[in-house]
């Protein structure tokens, strides 16, 4: 099994930044996607960002120019450090994983998720 920790989140100003942490623990696979999905109050979870094992990344176009996906391998760490946020970005944030090589970017494409972090962005 997969343990999948988040943490960074907090309550930030509009224009404000926040970097969020996701540690890692647990079987480890050759090729996997490590993903940030977000969900607002009454929303369905929609997906954020994306890094593959080789590092290769994709962003929801609402995170492209704002929010940076990155991972540190010998922490077994994926960040997200988002940038220039708006009360829109308001939700709380899950990391999740994906045992496969490509980019994944649907909710059920992923196998393993974390408890989530809250982001608060106040206007």
């Known amino acids: 099994q997969v343990q999948l920790v988040e943490s960074g989140g907090g309550l930030v100003q509009a224009g404000g930044s926040l970097r969020l942490s996701c540690a890692s623990s647990?079987?480890?696979?050759?090729?996997?996607?490590m993903g940030w999905f977000r969900q607002a109050p009454g929303k369905e979870r929609d997906f954020v960002a994306a890094?593959?094992?080789?590092?290769?990344?994709y962003y929801a176009d609402s995170a492209k120019g704002r929010f940076t996906i990155s991972r540190d391998t010998g922490k077994n760490t994926v960040y997200l450090q988002m940038n220039s946020l708006k009360p829109d970005d308001t939700a709380v944030y899950y990391c999740a994983l994906a045992n496969t090589a490509g980019i994944r970017t649907t909710v059920p494409e992923y196998d393993y998720w974390g408890q989530g972090t809250q982001v608060t962005v106040s206007s």
């Open positions: 890094i593959s094992w080789n590092s290769y990344t």
């Open positions: 647990g079987r480890a696979f050759a090729y996997y996607v």
